[in-house]
Structure formats: C-alpha cells, structure tokens
C-alpha cells in the first residue's frame, strides 16, 4: 500500500532568501516584508511560481529578500515588464512592488495602463511621501509645503492620492494599509490575491530618515482610533475608540459627514453601510483626511472581474482568425488606397 504523504505547511521562513536586507533601521518597509512573507505562508502559494516585479527606489529591494523568482527592473517600468511576464506565462502568481515616486511620476503612465488594462497582479505601492533612495527630494504625494533638498522654501505642487489616481485609471480592486498594522495588512493582502484583475493596495509606510512621522495624524495610538475607519462590506461605516461615531450622507447633499451615535437623533440607522461595489462611495473615502474625517483603510473597493485579460487576448484572437479565411500577404499590402510611382 501507498502512503501518500501530504505536503509540509509552507512557513515564511519558506520565503525569506539569504540576502542581508537593508533598510534603514525602523524602516516601516520591515514590516510590509514581514506581512507578505507571513500572508504568502497562509496563502500556501509556490515559490517557484511566484514573482515579485520592482523598479528603482527603496522599496524596489524587496525582491531580493524574497525566496521566489524576482526582477529588479528599471524606474517606473515595473508595470510593463510585469504585463510582459503574465503575457508570457499566465500562470505566474506575479506581485509588483513600487514606491511612490516609482509608479506616480516617471513610471504614472505605466501604472495608468496596467491598471486599466486589468492585469491579473498585486500591485503594492509603498506610499512614504517622499523620495528616500535618493536622499530626500519631494515626491507626487509629498504635501505642499514640504521642505526637502529639491523644494528648500517648501513645496509648492498638489499632491497626488494614489488611491484617487488608481480609481481614475478604472482599477477594479482598490485598498489600503498601514505598515504597522501587522493584523490588518495580511487580510487585505489576501483579498487582493483572491481577486481576479489588478488589484491595487496602497501602504501607507513610514520613513524614519527622511519624512518621519508624516502620517502621524492617524497612525499615532493616540489618535489612531479616531482618525483611522477600516471599511468592512456590509459594515456600518463606525470608527472611534468608542465606536460612537460614523459616516453618512449629509441631508440634502452628497456629501459625506461625521457624526456622533446618540447625539442630536442620531442612531446607527443613520450609518451609511459599506459597498465595496460602489465606485462613487470609494472615491469619496478615498478622498477624506484628518482633521474633517478619519483615513480609510481596508477594501475600499472591489468590482469582480467577468474575464481577465488574459482571457481576452486568448479569445479574441481566435475568434478572429477563425473567420479570417486563408491569408493573402500581397491583398494585404494592395488593400486601400494604392499609388504607382513611375
């Protein structure tokens, strides 16, 4: 008789390479590695058919203290190679990993199409409002007024939302994290693998070196509970250490506004409940910001896919030729307007 022995349970030893990482010390990219590694481990996903994609800058490391197939590849570019390698091999599980300089500035038109396109990925950005391989210069997300090598009197530009930016593009799976969230990360980790297209998460990731504590006003403990709210579907949108306040609709507009449960006729009745469904909803929580409204985090939205692209650049294709008849290179080449030249 056969015994067949069942595979062993994959740890996140299983996906930590030899490679010393190095990042600053208290780098919040630490725990963004740990988070993946340990989400892969649940996951129970294939080294060996798992890809991790990056470009230049900090957090474009990342493959190299990855046990699974990885390409270090050229500023902002990281989306193009990525759409390349699933073309190419469809059943690669593939993760890009960028910074926000990487994918909003020189590499933006890039992540605008991987994005639209629907690419079956993980896209993570690591959002840290700054650009810290290069030593400091402001980036598309720093706030205006940052000081910094390259805007010594301040910045004077409007910063870009990723989220905002990745809901324009037609994303059809949106989410946020925080690095520190070591909980909270590995959930949406997971609903971003499970889903079918690009799935886009930003982590919010502190940079001790350069831009420390610029999220700050929602991810220190003392304020955190009040100015964070993790959008669960089907949840009333609540949020406080009391969790007596919430989100809703402001009468007579389309607004939302902050509220306190028990005050002045409030009820949770009043909440609204979140859809991660509603693309008009995430582009409103997307947008909010201490000190008016609390940070979302978590699933913000999701819109399932019928096909990927891959799938449509299979049928379409054979659709096409089936109909197509034999080939003709000369009627080809003589098809419309034609000119002699004597």
Known sequence: MNVVTPPAALTPKDFTSDQEVRW???????????????????????PRNTVFVSGIGCAARFP?????????????????????????????????????????????????HVLRRDVDLQFLLFNNEIYGLTKGQYSPTSKRGTRSPSTPGGSIDNPVSAAS?????????????IDTLQKH????????HAHRGASFVEIFQNCIVYNDGTFNRFTDRDVAADNQIDVVHGEPLVFGAEKNKGLRVRPGSLALEVV???????SMDDILVHDETDRILAT??????????????????????????????????????????????NALLRKGHTWTVG
């Open 284 to 329: 409103m929580l997307v947008a909010m910001d201490p000190p008016e409204f609390p940070v979302a985090i978590g699933v913000i939205y999701c819109s399932p896919a019928e096909s990927s692209y891959i799938d449509n650049m299979r049928t379409v294709p054979a659709a096409r030729d089936s109909s197509a008849g034999k080939a003709d290179i």
């Open 64 to 112: 190299y203290y990855m046990e699974t197939y990885g390409f270090h590849t050229i500023h902002g570019r990281a989306p193009a190679i990525a759409t390349g390698l699933k073309i190419a091999n469809p059943e690669l599980d593939i993760w890009v990993v960028s910074g926000d300089g990487d994918s909003l500035s020189i590499g933006g038109n890039h992540l605008l």
């Open 165 to 177: 930016f990745a809901l324009g593009c037609g994303s059809r799976f949106v989410a946020r994290s």
């Open 185 to 192: 990360m590995p959930t949406v980790l997971k609903r971003a």
């Open 260 to 266: 306190t449960i028990g005050e002045n006729g409030i």
């Open 24 to 46: 600053c010390p208290g780098c919040g990219d630490y725990a963004i590695l740990k988070s993946v590694r340990a989400t892969l481990a649940e996951l129970g996903v294939e």
